[in-house]
């Protein structure tokens, strides 16, 4: 199927828009979480304990990035560091009980956000929308694997 370049020059736009409104939700009301490390707070819960390399593959971020968000959750409370018992040159990453408290109140303020702007979405086109996400993730997850 071919596109128009106005239409996919839209979708980019409008992509953009959602991500820069997603991106100041986690700003406003105090908070002090940007987008990338809520996704490396995600990351680390989704593992259980993870090695800093692991995190900065799961977010995308370059490893001097990566490690001086970390090393700043680390200094909030919000991860910590755990030295492996067989070999202390490995020190794992895992979130901590603040940490789990913080992700949760950012997933609760995502959640109803959506909740607020989707409530009026027919079922039909819910089921369009979710179908559409759930192809562009799949699409992207085939990228990874090249």
């Keep these: 199927m071919e596109h128009s370049n106005e239409v996919i020059r839209n979708i980019c736009e409008t992509t953009l828009d959602i991500a820069h409104n997603m991106g100041r939700l986690f700003c406003n009301d105090g908070d002090n979480i940007i987008p990338s490390k809520f996704f490396i707070l995600l990351a680390v819960y989704r593992s259980g304990k993870c090695m800093i390399t692991q995190i900065a593959e799961a977010v995308g971020l370059s490893s001097s990035a990566n490690t001086i968000a970390v090393n700043k959750l680390v200094q909030d409370g919000l991860l910590e560091r755990i ?26 303020k995502r959640n109803v956000m959506f909740e607020t702007m989707l409530h009026d979405f027919s079922q039909e086109e819910l089921s369009l929308f979710i179908s559409s996400l759930e192809l562009i993730r799949n699409k992207f997850s085939k990228i990874d694997q090249i």
Excluded: F, H, Y
Excluded at 86 to 107: F, N, P, Y
């Design 83 to 108: 030295k492996d018992e067989e070999d202390k040159r490995i020190c794992w990453i895992q979130i901590t009980q603040a940490g789990k408290s913080a992700l949760d109140e950012m997933v609760n």
